[in-house]
């Protein structure tokens, strides 16, 4: 045997074994595709079974929020005898921020429309209470201000805070 029928050789054997790695490639090419596929979908489902009690607890816990900062519950937590415009004034806009920023991280877990829904909430309780304040004269009490608030309440057609939980709901719902 000479130099050139040994590279002839060694050249088929390779191609041959090319050509096999090939055809083994082309035949389990679907099947090792459908494993990996199947692995993602069991991993999702244990992270979605993982995330569920979280995102449940995260509505739950802005549904509470939203009750808390409701000026009706707030008013009646906060209200003391002779307290004064400015010490009732503190005491609920420091009661609502540190409620908001216990609940904070609740937005990874609800949809972003809800988020932005509680949030604006938020904000518009902290410029009613400030509102209502400007509107009394500096000499007005706590109880003039509890009343400026309801009264302000009492006039909006649909309950902000109730169309929040119900908004709170619907998102819970999308969960199932």
Do not use: C
Not at 45 to 73: C, G, M, V, Y
Not at 74 to 85: A, E, K, Y
Not at 120 to 128: E, H, R, Y
Request: glycine letters at 4%.
């Amino acid at each position: 045997m000479n130099i050139e029928q040994i590279l002839i050789n060694v050249a088929i054997l390779f191609a041959g074994v090319f050509l096999a790695l090939f055809a083994i490639y082309y035949l389990l090419k679907n099947d090792t595709h459908r494993f990996f596929s199947l692995k993602n979908i069991e991993l999702n489902k244990e992270s979605r079974a993982h995330l569920l009690p979280l995102r449940l607890q995260a509505h739950e816990r802005l549904i509470i929020f939203t009750d808390r900062i409701n000026p009706a519950n707030l008013l009646v937590r906060l209200h003391q005898q002779g307290i004064g415009i400015a010490a009732l004034q503190a005491g609920i806009l420091n009661e609502v921020r540190s409620e908001y920023q216990h609940n904070i991280t609740q937005q990874l877990y609800v949809d972003s429309v809800t988020w932005n829904v509680v949030r604006k909430l938020k904000d518009d309780t902290i410029a009613m209470i400030n509102n209502a304040v400007q509107g009394l004269p500096a000499e007005a009490n706590g109880i003039e201000l509890s009343k400026a608030i309801l009264q302000h309440m009492a006039s909006i057609d649909e309950n902000p805070y109730d169309l929040t939980i119900e908004l709170v709901k619907k998102d819970i719902q999308k969960l199932f």
